[in-house]
T-cell receptor
Framework: GQQLNQSPQSMFIQEGEDVSMNCTSSSIFNTWLWYKQDPGEGPVLLIALYKAGELTSNGRLTAQFGITRKDSFLNISASIPSDVGIYFCAGQRNSGGSNYKLTFGKGTLLTVNP | SQTIHQWPATLVQPVGSPLSLECTVEGTSNPNLYWYRQAAGRGLQLLFYSVGIGQISSEVPQNLSASRPQDRQFILSSKKLLLSDSGFYLC????????????FGSGTRLTVV
């Protein structure tokens, strides 16, 4: 089946530093999404990307949909303690019918030291 | 607006006991519904998904089952829990037309003792 390779698995950074994480796939996706999961909560959608080459920002977050449609990255600028959590990438293929299953990466665990 | 409710938030159950976790969605019709399990706070494993009432697809063989008795209700069940069923269970929904990702519930922390 389809797999997403998300890296790094974990990051330990100092408050104020910038963060970058990415996902790659051997398959093409029509949509790339980035989620954040706070401890003990469900993942929450941060950014959705719908077009190859698209670059989208949401506050201190910036994400890009790779030109080949097989990769995406997420950058966080000037990290703060509340950025702590697990970040998941997800790819979606419009495979027809009424089911559009997401393929998730294994997550990047981010720790921010104040 | 659409909302998703999942309960209970935490559950401690003895081995061999039954399980029923419930998820309901409001503000949309004919959603796609999903059950995920997350072990040790890491990867998301898709357990079941449903595209309509009574339509359940299982992704992995396991001790659990799912049912969708109503359009916006999704239930995860087990007749006899195993220790290995412990984990964080997440329900999610998506538009039937797709393309907008999933919205997750707040999760249920299940501990089987």
């Amino acid at each position: 089946g389809q797999q997403l390779n998300q890296s790094p698995q974990s990051m330990f950074i100092q408050e104020g530093e910038d963060v970058s994480m990415n996902c790659t796939s051997s398959s093409i996706f029509n949509t790339w999404l980035w989620y954040k999961q706070d401890p003990g909560e469900g993942p929450v959608l941060l950014i959705a990307l719908y077009k190859a080459g698209e670059l989208t920002s949401n506050g201190r977050l910036t994400a890009q949909f790779g030109i080949t449609r097989k990769d995406s990255f997420l950058n966080i600028s000037a990290s703060i303690p509340s950025d702590v959590g697990i970040y998941f990438c997800a790819g979606q293929r419009n495979s027809g019918g009424s089911n559009y299953k997401l393929t998730f990466g294994k997550g990047t665990l981010l720790t921010v030291n104040p | 607006s659409q909302t998703i409710h999942q309960w209970p938030a935490t559950l401690v159950q003895p081995v061999g006991s039954p399980l029923s976790l419930e998820c309901t969605v409001e503000g949309t019709s004919n959603p796609n519904l999903y059950w995920y399990r997350q072990a040790a706070g890491r990867g998301l494993q898709l357990l079941f998904y449903s595209v309509g009432i009574g339509q359940i697809s299982s992704e992995v063989p396991q001790n659990l089952s799912a049912s969708r008795p109503q359009d916006r209700q999704f239930i995860l069940s087990s007749k006899k829990l195993l220790l290995s069923d412990s984990g964080f269970y997440l329900c999610a929904w998506s538009h039937p037309g797709g393309g907008y990702g999933y919205t997750f519930g707040s999760g249920t922390r299940l501990t089987v003792v």
